[in-house]
């Protein structure tokens, strides 16, 4: 079992930037993958991004990519996602998800753990 808590998400202008942060528990948390997904109201679950255990590859939604950044601090058992150039679509809960295999993949059935969300909103 991996618990993960979302925390981070907040109301920020257009252009603004924001980190969330993803505390996780329960399994070492260098053996498992963490991604970064989004769901606005009214459409499907996104994948935002992705990274491995140990860091050593990410990946990236199109409609992020070069704008957000994912990382994580194994000693601290936090994953983070930095967003930068915000704009109204990315407006979305953000949600934490886990597996516990190696690689990372944008299907969200391929996450077996997710933390409840946290809101961001991006409005003038």
């Known amino acids: 079992q991996v618990q993960l808590v979302e925390s981070g998400g907040e109301s920020v202008q257009p252009g603004g930037s924001l980190r969330l942060s993803c505390v996780a528990s329960?399994?070492?948390?260098?053996?498992?993958?963490i991604a970064w997904f989004r769901q606005a109201p009214g459409k499907e679950r996104e994948f935002v991004a992705g990274i491995t255990g140990t860091g050593d590859s990410t990946d990236y939604g199109d409609s992020v990519k070069g704008r957000f950044t994912i990382s994580r601090e194994n000693g601290k058992d936090t994953a983070y996602l930095r967003m930068n150039g915000l704009t109204p679509e990315d407006t979305a809960v953000y949600y934490c998800?886990?597996?516990?295999?190696?690689?990372?993949?944008?299907?969200?059935?391929?996450?077996?753990?997710w933390g409840q969300g946290t809101q961001v909103t991006v409005s003038s």
């Open positions: 329960g399994r070492t948390f260098s053996r498992v993958t």
């Open positions: 998800a886990a597996r516990i295999w190696y690689g990372v993949y944008r299907a969200p059935e391929q996450y077996a753990y």
